[in-house]
Each structure stands twice: as structure tokens, then as C-alpha cells.
């Protein structure tokens, strides 16, 4: 059978993250929602997106087809019933369609004439930008039971203080260092080539991925995501890195979200409550203002390619588009538009050409190229978001 993701109605809702990636790129837990799906299936799988994202996303499509909506989480019990889908058969959770076995083109479905399931128990669905850290610590428990299941850990190194060590899984090459790690709340999964130096602290559920760094003495609450190749330092709570990123210095992240490719700079804090400790309120893509989340502690929200100076602040709810580039003293707005480049003085556009010259350096110092279709995504989101830069 083919197996292909879709971003659903959820896509804008969890800009800025979906301007460079379709939502099956998001990692949540400790894996992104495609590598979720493709270890469940036990098949790979393409991607239905946005047009200027196929170059590097395509989908292959045959006669039959099952598509599956991105945004929820797999459970063994969903996939199974997903495997037995007929044609012209759908699973709904709610309003929701979950997945559909077609024999048409996208453009001819219609689920009046499909028969329809639907789905009762529990699901998980990434339908806002700060799920990725609310949901986290249930998907981080989903993702270290598929990974770990039927699987011995490599063992505890001498010199690691540990708490509950029979919810902590070490895979080869990682490396630990006279550190602790309690997992009485959550459980730790240290990746492949994964490295905890000295004095780190760790208080689970904490996921990090392969080739991550947790820095000298660094202080970690769950339930944290520390993606592949993320270098990370200070103190961090309750936020998700999806990769290639660095934190590396004393600072405070909390309850945030940080994409790929982005640097936060020595010193970099933000505040992820209140003075009042009033609900969080976060722009919104979709209706151009901001909009409430319901929660009361919430932080970060920063697009790919973007970074900030030293002793950067970042108030309660602020979102950072696209490649930005931020410095200088006092708080920046809560929403800065991608391709922007200032601080709280004030901004300017952050042009193309100035945007790829560092895209290739940071890039090709992790061993990848940026390419042209890497370039090619940036440049459509330069123009789809000009509009935000009336600076």
C-alpha cells in the first residue's frame, strides 16, 4: 500500500514552522510525526504540501492510495484499523479526517460518498504551534515506548548519578559524564552519538536525538525535546528544538519552540509567564493579530534560520518568523515578520542574498548543503510574508 501524509486545514496554524517544511517535518516526542508514522507503518511515505515545497518534499502517488492527516499522533490501535481501510473508506476523529483509502485524484474526493468510521478513543493532534511543547511530555512517552520496546539500553556510566534508571535508555556512542539524571516524572532517551558533559542536570521526561549536546553543567526540565545535532546550555524548560540549532550558553528557554538552524546567543532569555499571570496570547497566522492560547505559561515560538545576539529578552508569547535576525538592548515586539533584521529600536528587511551567504556557512559547517531548493523555499516565503514587513 501507499502511504501519503497531508498537512490538513492545521498547516497555517502552525506557522511560522510550516513555511519551510510540511507538518509531517515537525518533530514532537522524540521523533518527527513522519518518522512516527513510518516506524508504526513499517513503510516509508510521501507528502501532500504546499506547491513551492515539492522539489523537496514530493509525493509519489499510485492508483490506490491511503492519506493520512500529519497532525495526529500514530497509536498501535489507529494504524491498525488505517491497515484495514477499503477503498472509499475514511476515519474521522470528530470533524477531523484522520485517513482515507482513494483511487482518485485529490481533487475529486468526496466524503459523502465515502463510508465513515469513526474513531473514539484518545488521539493526539498538533493543532496549534504550542502543542509541540504541551502535548510534548505525553508524545515523548509515546515515541521512548515505540523505540525502546523489546530493547536493552547500553548501560549507566560510572560516575552518573541516576533516579529511576529502568526509564532511562542509552544508545550506542552516547556519552555521559558524571552527571544526573532523574526520571521519576518522565522518562530520558539519550540518542545515537548523543553527549550529557559534566555537571548537567536533568529532570525527565527529556528526549534527545542523535549527535545533541547537553553542555557543561547545563540544567534540563521536562518535558524537553533536544533535536539532532542541537547544541543546548543554561537552563531549559518544557520546549522543543527540532534540530541543527543551538542554545549553547547560560540563558533561560522555557515553554518555547525553536526550529532548525537557529542561534540563540549568550545570555538569551525569555519570559514565558506574565507579570499578571494573565493567559498567554500568541499571534495568529491566520487572522493577522493574536490570538488566546488558553495557557498560562508560554514562551517562544522561532522560525527556521533565524537568531538572536547576546543578553537577547524575549517577553511572554512572542513569535520570531523566518530567518530574523535580532540584537541590541530592551525587548523586540512580540511578533517580528520573517526576513527582519533589528531589535527593539527597530527593523529592517533582511535581504536575500545576506540571508543565504549565512544559510551556507552554518549549514555547511554541519556537513549539508544548502541547495537550491533550499533557496528556492526562502524565496517564496520572502514574498508570501512581505506584507508583514510595514515596519
Not at 483509502?101 to 469513526?118: K, L, V, W
Not at 539532532?228 to 534540530?243: M, T
Not at 515553554?255 to 545570555?267: F, K, Q, T
Not at 490570538?291 to 534560520?305: I, N, P, R, S, V
Amino acid at each position: 500500500m501507499n502511504y501519503i501524509l497531508f498537512d490538513g486545514e492545521t498547516r497555517n496554524s502552525l506557522l511560522p514552522f510550516t513555511y519551510t517544511r510540511p507538518v509531517a517535518e515537525i518533530r514532537i516526542g522524540i521523533l518527527t510525526l513522519r518518522e512516527k508514522w513510518e516506524k508504526h507503518l513499517g513503510l516509508t511515505t510521501t507528502t501532500i504540501t504546499e506547491e513551492y515545497l515539492e522539489a523537496k518534499y514530493p509525493m509519489v502517488e499510485m492508483e490506490e492510495n491511503i492519506m493520512i492527516n500529519a497532525s495526529f499522533l500514530p497509536t498501535k490501535e489507529l494504524v491498525a484499523q488505517i491497515k484495514n481501510l477499503k477503498a472509499n473508506e475514511a476515519i474521522f476523529k470528530g470533524d477531523d479526517v484522520i485517513a482515507f483509502f482513494t483511487t482518485d485524484s485529490q481533487e475529486e474526493i468526496n466524503f459523502e460518498a465515502y463510508q465513515q468510521y469513526d474513531f473514539d478513543e484518545e488521539l493526539l493532534q498538533v493543532k496549534n504551534t504550542w502543542d509541540i511543547f504541551s502535548m510534548n511530555e505525553k508524545a515523548i512517552q509515546q515515541d521512548f515506548d515505540l523505540l525502546t520496546e523489546a530493547r536493552t539500553s547500553q548501560p549507566i556510566p560510572a560516575g552518573v548519578q541516576a533516579v529511576n534508571p529502568e526509564n532511562i535508555f542509552i544508545e550506542e556512542g552516547a556519552k555521559l559524564t558524571f552527571a544526573t539524571l532523574n526520571a521519576t516524572d518522565g522518562p530520558i532517551y539519550i540518542g545515537e552519538n548523543a553527549e550529557i558533559m559534566e555537571g548537567v542536570v536533568v529532570r525527565g521526561a527529556l528526549a534527545m536525538c542523535e549527535n545533541s549536546e547537553l553542555k557543561l553543567g547545563a540544567k534540563v526540565y521536562g518535558a524537553t525535546t533536544i533535536g539532532p545535532f542541537c547544541k543546548v546550555g543554561g537552563e531549559v524548560n518544557n520546549s522543543v528544538l527540532f534540530g541543527y540549532s543551538s542554545k549553547g550558553h547560560d540563558g533561560f528557554l522555557g515553554n518555547s519552540v525553536i526550529g532548525e538552524w537557529c542561534n540563540l546567543g549568550a545570555d538569551t532569555n525569555n519570559s514565558n509567564l506574565k507579570n499578571n499571570y494573565a493567559p498567554v496570547k500568541l499571534w495568529d497566522y491566520n487572522t493577522g493579530r493574536f490570538a488566546k492560547t488558553g495557557l498560562q505559561f508560554c514562551g517562544l515560538m522561532m522560525g527556521d534560520h533565524s537568531k538572536c545576539g547576546i543578553n537577547t529578552m524575549f517577553n511572554t508569547g512572542t513569535v520570531i518568523g523566518v530567518s530574523v535576525n535580532i540584537f541590541g538592548s530592551g525587548f523586540p515586539r512580540n511578533f517580528v515578520p520573517s526576513f527582519s533584521w533589528g531589535g527593539a529600536s527597530g527593523f529592517t528587511e533582511y535581504k536575500t542574498n545576506k540571508v543565504f551567504e549565512v544559510a551556507k556557512v552554518v549549514m555547511q559547517r554541519r556537513g549539508i548543503t544548502f541547495d537550491v531548493k533550499d533557496q528556492a523555499i526562502l524565496e517564496h516565503v520572502f514574498a508570501a510574508t512581505s506584507s508583514y514587513r510595514n515596519y
